[in-house]
Nanobody
Framework: VQLQASGGGLVQAGGSLRLSCAASGRTFSNYFMGWFRQAPGKEREFVSRIRWTGGSTYYADFVKGRFTISRDYAKNTVNLQMNSLLPEDTAVYYC???????????????WGQGTQVTVSS
């Protein structure tokens, strides 16, 4: 099983980035796919999740209205469109998969390697 996150980079405040998580090695039809982030010196925190089948979504309050999560069946990817980025969004972003409806990172079964997002002021 492999989750491969990509799309991070350096962007100015107010800009946009699109992260992608390529999933392979098993079927994720029963999984919830999540995005988390971890800034230096801080704990890993939940950003958003989407149910692979059905597409129901959930967002952390601090990204509502700015970030949009989606999945692409054809490409087997989960994407995170990030708009109106703020310096405090700077972190390593991880994708993950869980069988449970949860925002707790400890309950996610599979993790990608992370992609760095840096937002300059």
């Amino acid at each position: 099983v492999q989750l491969q996150a990509s799309g991070g980079g350096l962007v100015q405040a107010g800009g946009s980035l699109r992260l992608s998580c390529a999933a392979s090695g098993r079927t994720f039809s029963n999984y919830f796919m999540g995005w988390f982030r971890q800034a230096p010196g801080k704990e890993r925190e939940f950003v958003s999740r989407i149910r692979w089948t059905g597409g129901s979504t959930y967002y952390a309050d601090f990204v509502k209205g700015r970030f949009t999560i989606s999945r692409d069946y054809a490409k087997n990817t989960v994407n995170l469109q990030m708009n109106s980025l703020l310096p405090e969004d700077t972190a390593v972003y991880y994708c993950a998969a869980a069988l449970q409806v949860t925002i707790r990172p400890q309950l996610y079964d599979y993790w990608g390697q992370g992609t760095q997002v840096t937002v300059s002021s």
